[in-house]
């Protein structure tokens, strides 16, 4: 079984880059090392869809998967030579070598086709991003890694379990075991369902973990508070993104074993909590970090209520997957701009930031309409998708509460954000050294732009990803 490329060029450059003696040529050689797999990326997308090896094979969800995990973190890269040079007294070696791993097990996740492939590439992004969050090396940041760590490894080893169940259910049901999802898929019809409904369970708590779905979500506050923008923008927007595919491949084989009623409930009740959770935590939240991971955690709810809604709403989700990654990656680059100028991340410690940091908070502005959803950014266009299916099916009360709490959160944002734009800035911001940069403030509005953009005119070619991807995973538009 050989490696893809995309999978390997990353972890052989993060050992490269963790030999290279130069500081200063680290974050340089990051950001070469995005391009080139972005490169490599759009030479794979090239190839027919599901070509490659039983175990590593790229079909149409995970060449979407790929696509977005490597422009996300080529955007990233680009953004972290910036900010590694304004940090000098932090180490790089590490945080770039450990970013470039994160790569890899991102690319192997959407490669794999094994149920225990699956597992080792979600596993190998927790270890490998667990020191990007210990990055300041502060008590907070320790802290938030140990607990990053010990709820993610439960939350991991409950979804090693579940798969347990899963090929145990396959072995039940006769034939020939195996854990290949295409032949699992081949043979739904077969497995066992009291195992198979068990295990469907104890996944959705596993990569519902690393999702960070209530009431699994109590490491992520801490660790996006704590790590660096652009570490939270990696998270939030590349890990949690692997985490959702994996639920995604494993609700469709629920589906057609003939159990899709009973995971869609739970999806649906799952993403509901999310979204309830999120949007009381958000009321009053001061903490600008904390405030996105809370956010995030409604998006998570946002997409497993989605795919809750069965194959109508896969194109929504998928769709929705893509706007959201991009959309809160730009605000925790944004956000860790606004950190530097004000020396914290608290309402009482940034305050008037359009008035100190024009830029990157006026990208932080329009970055919290993007994030909720308003028009004409696309989250309104997924989010209406979402609407739409759940009224077609008779679901008024879902969709009517869908946007109450879609109402709700958007009142928690902005609310803190607006009391960190507006104002008079503190004597402390006043006299700080940082200012707006192009190439601080340039990446975030980058990704804003294409929520913008891509909920005003959505391409051809990437219309046509989302289809084959939905179409896969048993839905379609």
């Given at each position: 079984m050989l490696l893809p490329l995309p999978v390997v060029v990353p972890l052989a450059l993060a050992v490269?880059?963790?030999?290279?003696?130069?500081?200063?040529?680290?974050?340089?050689?990051?950001?070469?090392?995005?391009?080139?797999?972005?490169?490599?990326?759009?030479?794979?997308?090239?190839?027919?869809?599901?070509?490659?090896?039983?175990?590593?094979?790229?079909?149409?969800?995970?060449?979407?998967?790929?696509?977005?995990?490597?422009?996300l973190f080529l955007v990233c890269a680009v953004y972290a030579v910036g900010y590694l040079e304004q940090r000098p007294e932090r180490e790089n070696r590490r945080f770039t070598a450990c970013m470039l791993a994160v790569l890899g097990a991102m690319s192997l996740v959407a490669y794999a086709q094994h149920l225990g492939?699956?597992?080792?590439?979600?596993?190998?992004?927790?270890?490998?991003?667990?020191?990007?969050?210990?990055?300041?090396?502060?008590?907070?940041?320790?802290?938030?890694?140990?607990?990053?760590?010990?709820?993610?490894?439960?939350?991991?080893?409950?979804?090693?379990?579940?798969?347990?169940?899963?090929?145990?259910?396959?072995?039940?049901?006769?034939?020939?075991?195996?854990?290949?999802?295409?032949?699992?898929?081949?043979?739904?019809?077969?497995?066992?369902?009291?195992?198979?409904?068990?295990?469907?369970?104890?996944?959705?708590v596993g990569y519902g973990t690393k999702m960070g779905l209530a009431p699994m979500h109590t490491w992520k506050p801490d660790a996006y508070g704590e790590a660096p923008g652009v570490v939270g923008a990696v998270l939030a927007g590349g890990l949690t993104?692997?985490?959702?595919?994996?639920?995604?491949?494993?609700?469709?084989?629920?589906?057609?074993?003939?159990?899709?009623?009973?995971?869609?409930?739970?999806?649906?009740?799952?993403?509901?909590?999310?979204?309830?959770?999120?949007?009381?935590?958000?009321?009053?939240?001061?903490?600008?970090?904390?405030?996105?991971?809370?956010?995030?955690?409604?998006?998570m709810g946002i997409l497993a209520l989605a795919a809750g809604l069965g194959a109508a709403a896969t194109f929504a989700a998928l769709l929705h997957l893509v706007l959201n990654a991009f959309g809160k990656a730009g605000l925790f680059l944004a956000a860790g701009n606004l950190h530097r100028a004000f020396g914290g991340k608290t309402t009482g410690e940034i305050r008037g930031a359009l008035r100190r940091l024009p830029y990157s908070g006026t990208v932080f502005l329009f970055g919290l309409f993007a994030i909720t959803g308003s028009p004409p950014f696309g989250l309104f266009v997924s989010k209406l998708l979402i609407v739409q299916v759940a009224l077609a099916a008779g679901r008024g009360w879902l969709a009517a509460l869908f946007v109450a709490l879609l109402l709700l959160v958007f009142a928690?944002?902005?609310?803190?954000?607006?009391?960190?734009?507006?104002?008079?800035?503190?004597?402390?911001?006043?006299?700080?050294?940082?200012?707006?940069?192009?190439?601080?403030?340039?990446?975030?509005?980058?990704?804003?732009?294409?929520?913008?953009?891509?909920?005003?005119?959505?391409?051809?070619?990437?219309?046509?990803?989302?289809?084959?991807?939905?179409a896969a995973l048993g839905g379609g538009r």
């Open positions: 490269a880059v963790y030999l290279t003696p130069s500081r200063l040529w680290r974050p340089r050689l990051l950001a070469l090392g995005a391009a080139i797999h972005l490169l490599l990326v759009g030479l794979a997308l090239r190839a027919p869809a599901g070509s490659g090896g039983d175990w590593l094979r790229l079909d149409a969800p995970g060449r979407l998967l790929l696509l977005l995990v490597s422009v492939l699956l597992w080792v590439g979600i596993e190998a992004t927790t270890l490998a991003s667990a020191p990007l969050v210990y990055f300041n090396r502060s008590a907070r940041s320790i802290e938030a890694t140990w607990k990053y760590l010990l709820i993610s490894s439960v939350g991991i080893a409950l979804a090693l379990l579940g798969s347990f169940f899963v090929g145990y259910a396959a072995l039940l049901g006769g034939g020939e075991a195996s854990l290949l999802f295409p032949d699992l898929l081949a043979r739904a019809g077969e497995l066992s369902r009291p195992w198979l409904r068990t295990g469907f369970a104890l996944l959705l993104s692997c985490a959702f595919l994996a639920l995604l491949r494993f609700t469709q084989l629920t589906a057609a074993a003939g159990e899709g009623i009973y995971a869609n409930r739970l999806l649906i009740a799952i993403g509901l909590l999310s979204m309830a959770v999120a949007g009381a935590l958000l009321l009053g939240q001061r903490d600008l970090k904390r405030m996105l991971a809370y956010s995030s955690v409604e998006q928690g944002m902005g609310t803190t954000t607006f009391a960190a734009l507006q104002g008079r800035p503190t004597a402390y911001a006043r006299q700080s050294a940082y200012r707006d940069r192009a190439r601080g403030y340039l990446p975030p509005l980058l990704l804003v732009a294409l929520v913008l953009l891509l909920g005003l005119h959505l391409p051809a070619s990437l219309r046509g990803l989302l289809t084959e991807a939905a």
